[in-house]
């Protein structure tokens, strides 16, 4: 510290101490300075919001606002967010420094599509775009809690507040996830202008007792050393010291938390210099300091004060505005004392505060400059209006203002033209899409356009296989929709899917004939398919005719269980039309039988057992309800020990729920995970021989769905569940979590897709065979053998992904196919490039997989 000499100063200006009652606060008052600042009502600009990255156009930093449903609902990274990767970001610039006290954020909900949102976030801010700094709270977290939903709006106050123009919201997960936020600014504008102060570091007071009183600046946001520079703290968090510097406003805090404070003794001068800088040069009128006055503990107000002023840059002007007071020993109330500073103008101000005892503690200091003061009952000031002024020797050109007028007329009638004339071609677009249906259920030809050649896709039963072979037909038995586009481009968005095309392509109403099936593709390509929509209105089995004899005239073979036995643990995960829980339960056995053995059951009637119970929600559509019982039919036959198995239902009453198997690991790609990630079973991390044991689980389980002609859609690591000894069983219920949601490629806020695990003809095409279910088990067996460290493809963008279908479907030798990992035997890497040939008469049956891993397993 510096000690400026006396100079020649000012005509000293005695200063009465008036006593101002407790419950006097700084200017700014933390708990009414919690407007919105914007983000919300509009009032933030669009180009004041930026970000690190957007997923696409109808999600960039602009849609970031809160409670609004813009684009496709909210602001969304280009690529999922890691763990400890901080890189994400979404910036607002307020143009002005504010006094920042809360925050809000929310996910994207997209009116219901919506699955994505930050569950943790810390936030960054800067006063001048260029030194960025990290919020903390009292006890130096920097982590705030986020949302657990997409729609619910969660508020966090910040305490301390921050003072800043620039404010980056960071999401911070803890796996890789996709996120989305929608994000609020709460507080005032700062009108003190303080950017920051530099002062010594606070010290320790050890009362009799031995009680040590830490008097440190706790949340200065500055450099520390032997003093405290460029940075704020609390002397500009708004909270005023009580009478008893020992007592605090906030909980669990250290005795003196409240103040700042300095020992005479330690400051060389008897006094301690302060340094304030300010945003730009303003006419100062007076400053404000809470001063403590206990001095039956030797802590006093300063006995006089003396302030230099700075412009700029230059040196500090020898002339001093100096006040001494007039002390008080017997109010030892704490207090704001006012220290006029005449309308001095500068950029930065060094006080010098002088001991009348042996502390001085400080808890806030203000100022007020060009006559600006706080007004706490009523929101921030806008910019003033500039009233107009009328000149009446001004005279009006009526010619002007006819043409204007007559422009403006013609502009209406153009734009009314072309609005018409876009809901014509709208109307008839409609009606030519309706007739084109029609003609293609007719089998008449349609061409897809490709840039080196144009393949015919020819329904003529006449035609030969070697002609249709010829000119690189593949047989689509599903319309061309609106929406779709060429694999030769760089596809945005997949086909909508119709409810009777979604699942394998078959046109509805009419079915396929056999004649219309390429040479060599199984029958199950083209079986009748049933759509049963999934509880979490996402993941939809496809279920071919021959399995309808099961819910003709029949029952469901499971019995009606007690809902009140149930005891919910958690939620797994939940959809457009359910949720999924993770529920404990006793007496499972009197409902399965005997000739079924329970996960965890272990022959104990009274153990608890965990179930899965999937429960529709009470206000679901009629068609929701249909699908869930078709579903519960369809389940309730599926008896396999590599399958989730259905074991009661509550149908009687709402909610209606069915509760399958659950087993005690989880899923296999988060038990996978914790191996290589040092969990708490890393001591026992599976052998490839084990890998080779759960693929061929999940093969037999296919192959048995397979017998069926049952098409999965959704076969990947976070739908085989894993039980005791690397026991896996095939779910459902993966696209539910949101632990997964970065894992589905979303369509306009709509429909989402699995697309890393599907087939080409899957993404270009819609079909869904189980050929299409084969490509996706030769993902799965990656995984698998990748201990799930990373996302298939995870070098591709979701873009990028797709265009590598099309180079599957052109066949040039251009495709990408995912990399042998390192524990991959050769043999079993041959099998997962035979699940993705191009031709799918060309992949090895469910059948064969199974046979092939099991004589791999007895060969080693």
């Given at each position: 510290m510096s000690a400026t000499p006396r100079p020649a100063l000012l005509p000293l200006l005695p200063l009465l101490l008036l006593h101002v009652p407790r419950?006097?606060?700084?200017?700014?008052?933390?708990?009414?300075?919690?407007?919105?600042?914007?983000?919300?009502?509009?009032?933030?600009?669009?180009?004041?919001?930026?970000?690190?990255?957007?997923?696409?156009d109808s999600t960039a930093a602009k849609y970031g606002r809160l409670d609004s449903e813009e684009g496709d609902g909210a602001w969304c990274p280009k690529t999922p967010v890691e763990p400890n990767d901080l890189k994400e970001f979404l910036q607002i610039d307020l143009q002005a420094l504010h006094f920042i006290t809360l925050v809000g954020t929310q996910g994207r909900h997209a009116k219901g599509h919506g699955n994505e949102f930050a569950p943790m976030y810390k936030i960054n801010y800067s006063r001048d775009g260029t030194r960025w700094i990290s919020w903390r709270n009292r006890h130096g977290k920097q982590v705030l809690d986020g949302n657990t939903n997409t729609y619910d709006i969660v508020l966090k106050d910040l305490e301390p507040p921050l003072i800043a123009r620039f404010v980056r919201f960071i999401p911070v997960t803890d796996h890789s996830m996709n996120v989305c936020l929608r994000v609020e600014l709460y507080g005032c504008a700062w009108l003190d202008g303080l950017v920051s102060y530099n002062a010594p570091v606070g010290q320790q007071l050890i009362l009799p007792g031995g009680t040590i009183i830490y008097l440190n600046d706790s949340v200065y946001d500055g450099a520390f050393g032997y003093s405290m520079t460029e940075g704020l703290g609390q002397l500009t968090d708004g909270v005023s010291g009580l009478d008893d510097f020992t007592q605090t406003h906030e909980y669990h805090v250290w005795p003196g938390y409240d103040y700042v404070g300095w020992r005479n003794e330690s400051t060389a001068g008897g006094y301690v210099e302060i340094t304030f800088e300010f945003d730009r040069i303003r006419n100062f009128t007076a400053m404000k300091v809470h001063c403590n006055n206990m001095f039956a503990k030797g802590v006093k107000i300063f006995k006089e004060v003396q302030c230099y002023f700075r412009a700029d840059a230059s040196e500090w002007e020898p002339s001093a505005v100096s006040s001494v007071l007039v002390l008080d020993d017997v109010n030892p109330s704490a207090r704001f004392v006012t220290v006029p500073l005449l309308h001095r103008m500068a950029s930065a101000i060094k006080c010098q505060y002088y001991f009348a005892d042996t502390w001085m503690m400080f808890s806030e200091i203000t100022f007020q400059s060009d006559a600006a003061m706080y007004n706490n009952s009523v929101p921030p000031a806008k910019a003033p209006v500039v009233p107009t002024t009328y000149d009446p020797t001004l005279k009006v050109d009526d010619s002007n203002t006819r043409i204007l007028i007559g422009c403006l007329v013609a502009i209406i009638f153009i734009l009314v033209a072309i609005i018409v004339i876009i809901l014509w071609r709208q109307f008839w677009q409609k009606m030519l899409e309706k007739a084109s249906r029609r003609m293609l259920d007719d089998e008449m030809t349609v061409s897809l356009s490709l840039p080196s050649e144009s393949s015919m896709f020819n329904h003529n039963r006449s035609s030969s296989p070697s002609e249709q072979e010829s000119s690189s037909t593949y047989d689509r038995i599903f319309p061309l929709g609106p929406d779709y586009q060429e694999p030769s481009r760089l596809i945005r968005k997949l086909p909508e899917f119709t409810a009777g095309e979604e699942d394998t392509g078959c046109s509805s109403p009419t079915k396929p004939s056999q004649a219309s099936v390429p040479e060599g593709v199984p029958h199950y390509a083209e079986a009748d398919i049933v759509n049963l929509q999934g509880v979490t209105g996402g993941n939809t089995y496809s279920?071919?005719?021959?399995?309808?004899?099961?819910?003709?005239?029949?029952?469901?073979?499971?019995?009606?269980?007690?809902?009140?036995?149930?005891?919910?643990?958690?939620?797994?995960?939940?959809?457009?039309?359910?949720?999924?829980?993770?529920?404990?339960?006793?007496?499972?056995?009197?409902?399965?039988?005997?000739?079924?053995?329970?996960?965890?059951?272990?022959?104990?009637?009274?153990?608890?057992?965990?179930?899965?119970?999937?429960?529709?929600?009470?206000?679901?559509?009629?068609?929701?309800?249909?699908?869930?019982?078709?579903?519960?039919?369809?389940?309730?036959?599926?008896?396999?020990?590599?399958?989730?198995?259905?074991?009661?239902?509550?149908?009687?009453?709402?909610?209606?729920?069915?509760?399958?198997?659950?087993?005690?690991?989880?899923?296999?790609?988060?038990?996978?995970?914790?191996?290589?990630?040092?969990?708490?079973?890393?001591?026992?991390?599976?052998?490839?021989?084990?890998?080779?044991?759960?693929?061929?689980?999940?093969?037999?389980?296919?192959?048995?769905?397979?017998?069926?002609?049952?098409?999965?859609?959704?076969?990947?690591?976070?739908?085989?569940?894993?039980?005791?000894?690397?026991?896996?069983?095939?779910?459902?219920?993966?696209?539910?979590?949101?632990?997964?949601?970065?894992?589905?490629?979303?369509?306009?806020?709509?429909?989402?897709?699995?697309?890393?695990?599907?087939?080409?003809?899957?993404?270009?095409?819609?079909?869904?065979?189980?050929?299409?279910?084969?490509?996706?088990?030769?993902?799965?067996?990656?995984?698998t053998f990748t201990l799930c460290r990373e996302q298939p493809y995870s070098h591709m963008s979701d873009e990028q992904v797709i265009e590598n279908t099309g180079e599957f479907f052109r066949d040039q030798g251009r495709q990408t196919y995912l990399p042998q990992p390192m524990l991959c035997p050769d043999s079993v890497y041959k099998l997962m490039l035979s699940c993705w040939r191009r031709d799918t008469k060309d992949r090895p049956s469910f059948l064969d997989i199974h046979r092939l891993l099991q004589d791999s397993a007895s060969e080693e």
């Open positions: 419950a006097a606060r700084a200017q700014v008052n933390p708990a009414v300075c919690r407007y919105p600042l914007g983000m919300s009502g509009g009032h933030i600009p669009d180009e004041d919001i930026s970000a690190s990255s957007h997923w696409s279920v071919p005719a021959l399995t309808m004899d099961l819910l003709a005239g029949k029952d469901v073979a499971v019995e009606e269980f007690p809902r009140k036995l149930l005891t919910f643990k958690e939620k797994l995960g939940e959809g457009q039309f359910g949720e999924v829980h993770l529920c404990e339960v006793e007496g499972m056995e009197k409902f399965t039988g005997k000739d079924f053995a329970l996960e965890g059951l272990d022959g104990s009637s009274d153990h608890p057992v965990l179930v899965a119970v999937k429960m529709l929600r009470a206000d679901a559509n009629k068609n929701a309800r249909n699908d869930f019982l078709k579903e519960i039919k369809i389940m309730s036959r599926l008896k396999d020990p590599n399958i989730i198995r259905l074991l009661a239902v509550c149908i009687t009453d709402d909610p209606l729920c069915m509760i399958t198997e659950y087993m005690e690991n989880g899923d296999l790609n988060q038990f996978l995970s914790r191996q290589q990630a040092g969990g708490p079973t890393a001591a026992h991390a599976p052998t490839v021989s084990d890998l080779r044991f759960m693929a061929t689980q999940i093969a037999s389980g296919m192959k048995y769905l397979s017998s069926l002609n049952f098409v999965h859609r959704d076969l990947a690591t976070r739908n085989c569940l894993v039980g005791k000894h690397y026991t896996i069983k095939i779910a459902d219920f993966g696209m539910s979590r949101n632990l997964y949601s970065g894992d589905y490629y979303r369509i306009q806020g709509r429909a989402v897709l699995p697309i890393r695990w599907m087939s080409w003809e899957s993404i270009l095409l819609g079909k869904f065979t189980t050929a299409s279910d084969v490509w996706a088990f030769g993902v799965t067996l990656w995984e």
